[in-house]
């Protein structure tokens, strides 16, 4: 097996391992130091190979991702009785991810979540996106940032691996004006977190809502619905949506209503509950703006829990907002690494901007100028409960 071992980029070639048994679902022994290695995973239908990337850390948590959408693929970490388990849902194969995923795992955007219509205007200028979710326009389009191959720069040091993956987004593409240079910048660490920073720029005014879409099961992906795993979200309000999950333009506080997770809630405890937008919704999808005292400083967004197992995630980013997503669309139909991808098999938490934030001028600001730069970070910090 080839590792690297120096912090700088890498050539591809140099970094592929053509063994067999790379894709194991065995946890191997912790390694004395983060490591980081590459496999050719498959080759799409236009002849563009795609590898998958394993980070480990020195306590043995592993994460493997696509540079095919940036796509986290398994993310191995250890419950209280040490036992690893897959924890992020995902496929074996790469035929799975182009015609099956909903977004497992992937880099979205030009723009995350819905922007209404497809329609937004611009300093003067209506611009027409792709439509792909009944009338909207959702994730970047029929082909966003899920569906293109990033380029890969594997890295680690003492500390940490990780991979910076990068593309050039076409002025035009899906709609959206402007040639955007992105970077995307996963890194594992030693304390057991997961950092994914943005960064974009552009050469005419357009949007941007960049995040990353992991389908989370803390008792392992395949084990059955997350009704019972807790959560906790640190946002006293919410943005509801209509019939088509498009923003209102209020906040609404979510005191009272089955949508209040500021103290930590079963998932199941009230996703039943007759309530207007959780029957637009089918059970969870819904932007919780985050509690801050300022626009760009880091703060702690959410905590999820399954009892059994005591796995957490703690969540914490410099964005506005969070969606949580809650498998409502899953339907038993996926068969994936860990098994059958059942009703509410899993959650997301998706730091963002608002959704249709470009047709709310109340909302924070998406707008991207040339000479400005990008930046969001977000971390996940996975732990224990006694």
Excluded at 15 to 29: E, F, H, R, Y
Excluded at 317 to 342: E, H, K, M, R
Excluded at 352 to 357: I, N
């Amino acid at each position: 097996m080839i590792r690297i071992r120096a912090r700088r980029p890498l050539a591809l070639a140099a970094l592929l391992l053509v063994q067999a048994g790379c894709m194991s679902k065995t946890t191997p022994a912790a390694p004395s130091a983060p490591t980081v290695s590459a496999a050719p995973f498959g080759v799409l239908a236009n002849g563009d190979s795609v590898h998958v990337y394993t980070l480990t850390n020195a306590n043995g948590i592993e994460l493997r991702a696509l540079d095919y959408g940036g796509v986290i693929q398994s993310l191995r970490t250890p419950g209280r009785d040490g036992k690893f388990a897959d924890i992020v849902l995902g496929f074996d194969t790469l035929a799975q991810y182009v015609k099956l995923s909903p977004y497992f795992g992937a880099i979205v955007g030009r723009y995350a979540n819905r922007i209404a219509k497809g329609k937004f205007t611009l300093d003067g200028k209506q611009y027409t996106l792709a439509v792909n979710n009944g009338p909207n326009a959702l994730h970047g389009g029929l082909v966003g940032f899920d569906k293109v191959v990033w380029h890969a720069q594997p890295f680690h040091d003492d500390s940490s691996a990780g991979v910076v993956w990068s593309h050039t987004s076409p002025d035009g593409d899906q709609g959206y004006p402007g040639t955007m240079q992105l970077r995307v910048t996963y890194t594992l660490t030693n304390d057991n977190r997961l950092a994914i920073d943005y960064q974009a720029t552009t050469d005419k005014p357009t949007i941007v809502n960049l995040t990353n879409h992991s389908y989370f099961n803390l008792a392992g992906a395949g084990s059955g619905d997350v009704l019972k795993q807790l959560m906790t979200i640190d946002a006293d309000s919410v943005t509801p949506v209509d019939s088509t999950l498009i923003p209102t333009g209020k906040l609404e506080a979510v005191a009272g209503t089955p949508l209040d997770f500021r103290t930590p809630t079963p998932i199941g405890a009230h996703i039943a509950d007759k309530n207007q937008q959780l029957k637009y919704a089918g059970g969870y999808d819904f932007n919780y703006v985050l509690n801050r005292t300022d626009t760009t400083s880091m703060v702690h967004a959410a905590r999820a829990e399954d009892p059994a197992s005591g796995r957490t995630l703690d969540v914490y980013t410099t964005q506005p907002g969070l969606q949580l997503y809650t498998g409502n669309f899953l339907d038993g139909s996926f068969a994936g690494i860990g098994g059958t991808y059942v009703h509410r098999g899993a959650f997301t938490f998706e730091t963002q901007h608002y959704p249709d934030s470009p047709n709310h001028p109340n909302f924070p600001s998406v707008v991207l100028r040339p000479g400005q730069t990008y930046h969001q970070r977000t971390v996940f910090a996975f732990g224990v409960a006694k």
